[in-house]
């Protein structure tokens, strides 16, 4: 049972444009959720996090925003860089442990 | 300073064997969590340490058991292997147990596992 979903497999984007990457979430228990950037044969990098109690977080050209109602969220990264291709997963955390998504492949178009 | 460290990075054992992953979290990081990722999927808990003691544990069988160390440092052990436990084992670190909101883990570079 995925409670955390990317159903974006891989996404395309020109250099200088936004990407925007999505995730959704079933358990409305969870109340922290994270983004993680992971290059092949490396493993995942933190990126940018959000609490429940906030709808936004932005960190540099990384926004993550935050849906509760549409247990929804999305991050954005402005404007995205050739360096910025990679897989990203989007976490979720409830009381016991940390789930993940599949990932979603970011290509950025020099 | 040094990030999560992991050994070995790359190896190869036959269906059957046994094998031990090593983990040393970032200093002064006192819980370390286990994760298994198979190509195409995100990253599994496995198993959770803080303190010394177990403090959570995955959908994985028996065959898997782990334990931290005094210094905080961790083994992933795996028994019997199957060629279905071929992935990268990722180890996390964090400062406090998981169970606390808002705690960040950060990942090792993973141990790349290969049952032939």
């Known amino acids: 049972d995925q409670q955390v979903k990317q159903n974006s497999p891989s996404l395309s984007v020109q250099e200088g444009r936004i990407s925007i990457l999505n995730c959704d979430y079933t358990n409305s228990m969870f109340d922290y959720f994270l983004w993680y950037k992971k290059y092949p044969a490396e493993g995942p990098t933190f990126l940018i996090s959000?609490?429940?109690?906030?709808d936004k977080n932005e960190d540099g050209r990384f926004t993550v925003f935050l849906n509760k109602s549409a247990k929804h969220l999305s991050l954005h990264i402005v404007p995205s860089q050739p360096g910025d291709s990679a897989v990203y997963f989007c976490a979720a955390s409830a009381v016991d442990q940390f789930y993940f998504g599949t990932g979603t492949s970011l290509t950025v178009i020099p | 300073d040094a990030g999560v460290t992991q050994s070995p990075t790359h190896l190869i054992k036959t269906r059957g064997q046994h094998v031990t992953l090593r983990c040393s979290p970032i200093s002064g990081h006192k819980s370390v969590s286990w994760y298994q990722q198979v190509l195409g999927q995100g990253p599994q808990f496995i198993f959770q340490?803080?303190?010394?003691?177990?403090?959570g544990r995955g959908n994985f069988p028996d065959r898997f058991s782990a334990r931290q160390f005094p210094n905080y440092s961790s083994e992933l052990n795996v028994n019997a292997l199957l060629l279905g436990d071929s992935a990268l084992y990722l180890c996390?670190?964090?400062?406090?147990?998981?169970?606390?909101?808002?705690?960040?883990?950060?990942f090792g570079e993973g141990s790349w596992l290969t049952v032939v």
């Open positions: 340490y803080y303190e010394k003691e177990e403090r």
């Open positions: 959000i609490s429940s109690i906030k």
């Open positions: 996390a670190s964090s400062l406090f147990s998981q169970l606390n909101s808002g705690n960040t883990i950060y």
